[in-house]
Structures are given as C-alpha cells and as structure tokens.
C-alpha cells in the first residue's frame, strides 16, 4: 500500500482523469476493445499539452501513455529501459526467448549476432522471391476483380487485406525457411491456418485480463484452439529446421551453387560455428513468421486505401513505377532504391495507421519527463506511435495523407522520432529494411497492374488494434486493370 501511495505521489502531476485509489480507473474504462483503445488514444486528445503523457491505472498498475517525439527518443534511447512490458509474456508460449519479447541480458548478445543477417547483402538475393509472389498476387488480384482466370464477379470488389496477407505469408516462409507454403494458391494449408489463427487466439487474450493465467486459460475453448496451433506450428518449424540442418550436414555446410540463403540457414551457420544454441533457433524462425507478415501486410493494404482515396496520389506513383521498371517485369534492386515517391507513400500509411501502434516497456530507473516530473522505476511506458504521428507541432494538418511530408525538403526541422512505425534505438525493428524493400516491390507490381478505387472511407473504418492495427471487417477496394495482367 506504501509503495502504490508513493507512486501516485510520483505521478500526480501527470495529466490524468481522476481515478480512486487501488480502482484508478477501472470505473471509467471501456469494458469493449475497441472502447478501451479508443480512450487510451482519446486521452492524447484530451491531454495536448507538454509533457505530452497521461496515466492510466489499471487497478492497482499505473500505465504511463507518452506521445511525443521528445518523449519517445528519452525512453527509447535510455538502455535502462530495454525490457519489455507484462502483455508480451503471452507471446512466450508460441515465440519462447526470442529477440522480440528476451530481456535486455538476454536480447543483447542475440541482437548483436542477428543484426548481420538483414544486412542489405542478404536480402537484395530476397528481391527474386518477392517478385515471383507479387506476380501471384497480382494474377489472385485480376481473378478477384473479375478480370482474370476463372471468376464470375465482375463488379471490381476486392477485400485486399486477405489477399496480401497470403502474399506476405509465403514470402516471409519463402525468405526465413527457404520454404514454400503456398499459402496464396493452396486452401486448407494446416500450418497457414495456425499462423492466422494463434493471431486471433493471442489478440483476444490479450483483451481479456481474466485469461491472462495459464491454468485458466488452458481450460477456455480459446486456450485448448492456441494450444492446437502452437504444436502444429512448432512442429512445422521444427521439422523443416532438422530437414535443413540435415541437409547443411550433407553438404559439408556449404550452399550449392545458385542456392537461395534463408535466414534459417544463416542461423543454422552459426550454430554450427558455435555462435548461437541450436535451441534458439526455432524461437527465432517462429518471431520472424509472426513479426514479418502481419506488419507488412497491414502497412501495404492502409497504402492501397490511401492511394485508393486520393487519385492524385496514385496517379504520381503509377507514374514514378512505369519510368523506373521501364516494361521490365522484375523489380530489380536498382528499381528499388529510385522507388522514391512510392516509399513516401508507403511511409505516410505507416504514420497514419502504423501496424505496430503502441509498445510497451517496462523502466529500469526513474526517469524524468519534465521540470519536477520523474517517472518511477519499475513502472511501464505505453509509447503511443499513433499519436506521436499526429503531433501537430510536427505535422501539420496530421489526418490528411500527404505522401510529400517524407520528401527530403520537407523533412527539414523534423524531430528524428516524430516517425517511429518501427519503434526507434536500439531495440527498434530489426526487419525494417526487409519490410520496405518487400513493399515496394510488391506495390509496384500492383500499381503497375492496377487502378485502385477505395469503396470505403477512413472514417468509416473501424480498426482493431492489438498488437497489430487492422481494419475489423478488411480493406475493400475496386480494382480496375490498366492493360494485361503481368
Ligand atoms: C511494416 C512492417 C513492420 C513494422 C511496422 C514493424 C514494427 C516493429 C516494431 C514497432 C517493433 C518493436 C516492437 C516492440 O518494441 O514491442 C518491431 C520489432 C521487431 N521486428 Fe518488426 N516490423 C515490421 C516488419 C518486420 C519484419 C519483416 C521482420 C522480420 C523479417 C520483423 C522482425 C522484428 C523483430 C525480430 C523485432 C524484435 C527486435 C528486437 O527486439 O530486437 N519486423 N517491429
């Protein structure tokens, strides 16, 4: 009792709706998700002023909400607070100590060991695997509008969000395990199922607090379908590891010619160098199966909405795609890199519905936020990335999606964090550059093939926000081919 009286002394100056001792606002909270996170984000609102932060108790627990850019470099940039936040430790049955959720002890050496394998060497060779699954893509596109093989419709309607998801899913498959699902092509894929399913599994746990234990969870109907999944994908990436490492053994662990390095090989090199435990790698292949399709699928279905919504828009970067692949049907990594206008684009849907849209960390010392406001060691930090990308101060005008804010002359005199979609210091997003370089080859591939109408507003989108940030009921757009689908 001594120690909650001391922090709410330590944060009364903080903004915040009054709440009650012990209770904080557990009477005023939205009892539904969506409520919940609306209030969370409402709060930034209702708070503008510097320090930009609010608390929210949850009973007992004191969340402090920061939304600046100030703000977010002091956390992010203090290796105090390298932890992570209690919600995490749900993904722990599925991605066990991996990079994403370790702590900092732990997450240190491994970061250090992995920071090499995204280096832009290895995934230029990942350029080829997002072409063949963008053609694909674009083919499942031109069926679904009606205008490709074997489909009835004719009305143009196409739900994007599923589609490249699958797309996302046989890449990152394809990239981190050098194995193909298919997911795009082939129904009833067990191990495909499972990866969407521990998603929805985890997002509706994460909600509900009186599940949060395992005993009980385990007894819930949920918990007996996230257990299914997790053996199934756990046996999945167990096998193809051994297969792969048998493989590697035969070979006298050296690739043949021509072959495709994954990131699970590369893993498997340094185990067998003796750099990592064999016993991390599973958890590692698992965080980049779950970490590396949602995000980029989420970010490139808001990027087909916004182009959808704004003409104008899509115009300029059909435009910049048709000069640069020049009639070429490969994005090369030449092409990528003068893709400088499609990469605003792309950047601007992340500012304004980040896949990733608040993370949580845990303080390992006090930390000051403001004159005579020190944060209390022990306590967690919500880093709302939602809001500071709408920061008036940083951007102006922030609802109106204006792919130009990213272009270098405009960029002048913005805070370094004022964008942050991939969080920021040293424990931000290892796969940044992947994820970028996937999505742009993957959208030149559809904008090249497509004009692309949006059916919905942006107000008429209610989102889901959970770990990730999706739209509840998909992305609907119209897709009209520009000439023949290639
Ligand atoms: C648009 C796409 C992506 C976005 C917006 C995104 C965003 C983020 C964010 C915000 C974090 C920090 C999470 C936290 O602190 O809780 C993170 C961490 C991470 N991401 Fe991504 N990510 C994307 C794509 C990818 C891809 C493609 C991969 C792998 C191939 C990946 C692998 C990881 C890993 C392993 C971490 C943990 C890093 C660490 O703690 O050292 N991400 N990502």
Known sequence: LLAHLKTRDALEKVHQPRGYPLLGHGLIAKPDPEGFVNQIFGMGYLYPSAPRACVLW???????????????????????????????????????????????????????????????????DFVPVFNEQAKILVQKMGAACGKGKGTASTSGKVEVLELVTLCMLDIICETSMGRSVNAQMQKDSE?????????????????????????IYKLTSNGRTHSRCIQ?????????????????????????????????????????????????????????????HDTTSNGLAWTLHFLGCNKHVQIRAQKEVDEV?????????EHISQLKY???????????????????????????????????????????????????????????????????????????????????????????????MEEKVVLAHILRNFTITSLQKRHEIRTDVNLIMRPQEGLFVKLEPRNKLS
């Open 342 to 436: 499609v990469e605003c684009c792309l950047k601007e849907a992340l500012r304004l519905c980040p896949s990733v849209p608040m993370i949580l960390r845990e303080l390992g010392a006090d930390q000051p936020i403001a004159e005579d406001v020190v944060l209390p060691r022990g306590t967690h930090v919500l880093l709302n990335l939602f809001l500071v990308h709408r920061d008036p101060s940083q951007w102006p005008q922030p609802e109106t999606f204006n792919p130009d804010r990213f272009l270098p002359e405009n960029s002048i005199g913005r805070h370094p964090f004022a964008f942050a979609p991939f969080s920021a210091g040293s424990r931000n997003c290892i796969g940044q550059r992947f994820a970028i």
């Open 191 to 215: 191990y495909v199922w499972a990866v969407h399913t521990i998603n929805k599994c985890v997002s509706e746990r994460t909600r509900n607090p009186f599940t949060w234990p395992e005993p």
């Open 58 to 124: 949850l009973g007992p627990m004191p969340i402090t909400v920061i939304y600046s850019a100030e703000l977010l470099e002091k956390i992010v940039c203090n290796s105090n607070h390298l932890n992570k936040g209690f919600a995490y430790k749900l993904l722990e049955p599925w991605l066990g100590q991996s990079l994403l959720i370790s702590k900092k002890d732990r997450w240190r050496p491994k970061r250090k060991l992995l920071t090499p394998t995204f280096h832009y060497d290895i995934l230029k």
């Open 325 to 333: 692949l020049q009639g070429s049907e490969e994005g090369t990594v």
């Open 232 to 292: 199934l994908l756990h046996s999945f990436t167990r096998q193809v590891i051994d297969e792969r490492a048998a493989e590697l053994e035969r070979s006298d662990w050296k690739l043949g010619d021509g072959d495709r390095m994954a990131f699970l090989d590369l893993l498997l090199l340094m185990a067998h160098r003796g750099q990592m435990d064999p016993k991390d790698i599973q958890e590692e292949v698992d965080t980049f199966m779950f970490e590396g």
